[in-house]
Structures are given as structure tokens and as C-alpha cells.
């Protein structure tokens, strides 16, 4: 019995240990929610070092990263200043609509112009684009009597931008704008050229022309009336182009 036993340890002893493989286990991720040390989730490299810190940041490459940008369209806040690539905005608002919040686009060193739908607006002193004024409206300049007519109604809160002008008589006569309130810019009457009370004086099939239609030559006051002074009897014929706002 002694003999059996020995010769069966002997054979133990003689029997080859099989090598266990050890298998490396991937990271594991917490799907929805931020990684962080009270998850007790760690992201790591090869090395075993955490990701996400500034010597080791987790940077992403692949086409599903789109789906990211498409769960952070929140709008900035209006009282922080963005930096903000020109051309990396798709869209700050929909069609049609308007933002709370105020978006700020500066030109960049290569002067490559930014297109801007409606009229843009900037500090006086700066290099950006300036609305420019051009004519929507046109009124006719006839008279064969002497007197003062209104041309453009006046309007609260808003001004006369004359961009052109053209008269001409078929005698001598005088001519001048001007502005007012009341009837015909009865009251407060102001010339628009030269000192008040003088017209401009016209030869026989003369007159005087000014202004393209782009820019204004005349500027009337918010709150006046356009007015045209005919200073003696005589077939006058022309054509004021404006805008008004």
C-alpha cells in the first residue's frame, strides 16, 4: 500500500503544468454620461496612462464624431465673447427667423469679404461695410405758378435721403428745396441750398441736375417735409428720387 502511494506522487510530480494565457481585457465606457473618477470607469492608453488629461488628451477620429457637433447646437451666450471661425458657422438661426443672441463676425487679415444678408451696421472708425443709400422712390417736379409745394410727406422718426434731383425751366426763373413742417413746410422753412430765402436762378431752358440715384446729395431732418419753391411763374418739368426712413 506504502509502495502504491509513492509511486503515484512520483507520477504527479512528472505531470507537465499547463501555461494559463492571459487575455487583455479593453477599456470599458460608460455610454451617455462623462467619465469621471467617481464612476470608478477609466479610460487608458497601451501605457496604462488615463486619458483625458492635458498631457494625455483623448482626441477622436473617426466620421461618427458629426453626431457630436449635432448635440451641441445651443446658442452662446450673449454676454461671452466667442472666437469663432468665419466659414465654420452653418447657421446661427433658421430661415426666416431672428436670434436673442447677437453675433459679432470680424473681417480677418486677409481681407476676404464676409457676405451679410440685410443691411449691415458698424462703429464709425472701423473698416467694416456701411449701408448705402440709393433711391426707392421718385416724385415729379411740375409747376406753372409761383409758390412752395410739398414733394415727400413728412413722417415721424424718419428722414428724407434725396439721391437725385433734376429741374429745368423754359424761362428765367428761381428755384430751391427746401424743408418744414405744416402746410407746404410752412413752418420752420429751411433751405437746402444757400442762405434761406434764396433761389437758385435758372436762364431761359435751364436748370440744374444732382445726384445718381446712389448716395445721398440732400439729407432732410427726421420729422420734416420736402418742399419745392418756385420763385416766379414759368413751365418747370423734373424728378426727385428718394428714400425715406
Same mark, same amino acid.
Given at each position: 500500500?506504502?509502495?502504491?502511494?509513492?509511486?503515484?506522487?512520483?507520477? *504527479?510530480?512528472?505531470?507537465?503544468?499547463?501555461?494559463?494565457?492571459?487575455?487583455?481585457?479593453?477599456?470599458?465606457?460608460?455610454?451617455?454620461?462623462?467619465?469621471?473618477?467617481?464612476?470608478?470607469?477609466?479610460? +487608458?492608453?497601451?501605457?496604462?496612462?488615463?486619458? $483625458?488629461?492635458?498631457?494625455?488628451?483623448?482626441?477622436?477620429?473617426?466620421?461618427?464624431?458629426?453626431?457630436?457637433?449635432?448635440?451641441?447646437? #445651443?446658442?452662446?451666450?450673449?454676454?461671452?465673447?466667442?472666437?469663432?471661425?468665419?466659414?465654420?458657422?452653418?447657421?446661427?438661426?433658421?430661415?426666416?427667423?431672428?436670434?436673442?443672441?447677437?453675433?459679432?463676425?470680424?473681417?480677418?487679415?486677409? $481681407? !476676404?469679404? !464676409?457676405?451679410?444678408?440685410?443691411?449691415?451696421?458698424?462703429?464709425? /472708425?472701423?473698416?467694416?461695410?456701411?449701408? *448705402?443709400?440709393? /433711391?426707392?422712390?421718385?416724385?415729379?417736379?411740375?409747376?406753372?405758378?409761383?409758390?412752395?409745394?410739398?414733394?415727400?410727406?413728412?413722417?415721424? $422718426?424718419?428722414?428724407?435721403?434725396?439721391?437725385?434731383?433734376?429741374?429745368?425751366?423754359?424761362?428765367?426763373?428761381?428755384?430751391?428745396?427746401?424743408? /418744414?413742417?405744416?402746410?407746404?413746410? $410752412?413752418?420752420?422753412?429751411?433751405?437746402?441750398? /444757400?442762405?434761406?430765402?434764396?433761389?437758385?436762378?435758372?436762364?431761359?431752358?435751364?436748370?440744374?441736375? #444732382?445726384?445718381?440715384?446712389?448716395?445721398?446729395?440732400? +439729407? +432732410?431732418?427726421?420729422?420734416?417735409?420736402?418742399?419745392?419753391?418756385?420763385?416766379?411763374?414759368?413751365?418747370?418739368?423734373?424728378?426727385?428720387?428718394?428714400?425715406?426712413?
Amino acid at each position: 500500500m506504502k509502495l502504491t502511494r509513492i509511486l503515484a506522487l512520483y507520477a *504527479l510530480s512528472w505531470i507537465p503544468l499547463t501555461a494559463v494565457a492571459q487575455t487583455a481585457q479593453a477599456p470599458t465606457y460608460q455610454k451617455g454620461n462623462q467619465v469621471t473618477t467617481a464612476d470608478g470607469i477609466f479610460v +487608458v492608453d497601451k501605457n496604462g496612462n488615463p486619458f $483625458g488629461t492635458s498631457g494625455n488628451p483623448l482626441n477622436t477620429f473617426d466620421s461618427n464624431t458629426a453626431t457630436v457637433a449635432a448635440a451641441i447646437n #445651443a446658442p452662446l451666450n450673449a454676454q461671452v465673447t466667442h472666437a469663432v471661425l468665419v466659414g465654420a458657422v452653418e447657421g446661427a438661426t433658421a430661415v426666416g427667423t431672428s436670434s436673442a443672441y447677437p453675433l459679432t463676425i470680424q473681417g480677418n487679415a486677409s $481681407g !476676404v469679404a !464676409v457676405p451679410i444678408s440685410g443691411a449691415p451696421t458698424v462703429a464709425t /472708425g472701423t473698416n467694416g461695410a456701411v449701408s *448705402l443709400i440709393q /433711391g426707392a422712390s421718385t416724385v415729379a417736379i411740375s409747376a406753372t405758378t409761383s409758390g412752395t409745394v410739398q414733394l415727400v410727406a413728412l413722417a415721424s $422718426g424718419k428722414s428724407i435721403y434725396v439721391t437725385h434731383v433734376h429741374v429745368i425751366t423754359a424761362t428765367s426763373a428761381g428755384f430751391a428745396l427746401v424743408y /418744414g413742417t405744416g402746410t407746404n413746410c $410752412g413752418s420752420g422753412t429751411t433751405y437746402l441750398d /444757400g442762405a434761406n430765402g434764396n433761389t437758385m436762378a435758372f436762364t431761359a431752358n435751364s436748370g440744374y441736375s #444732382a445726384g445718381v440715384g446712389l448716395g445721398p446729395v440732400y +439729407v +432732410v431732418p427726421s420729422g420734416n417735409a420736402l418742399c419745392a419753391v418756385f420763385s416766379t411763374a414759368a413751365n418747370y418739368a423734373g424728378s426727385l428720387t428718394y428714400s425715406q426712413f
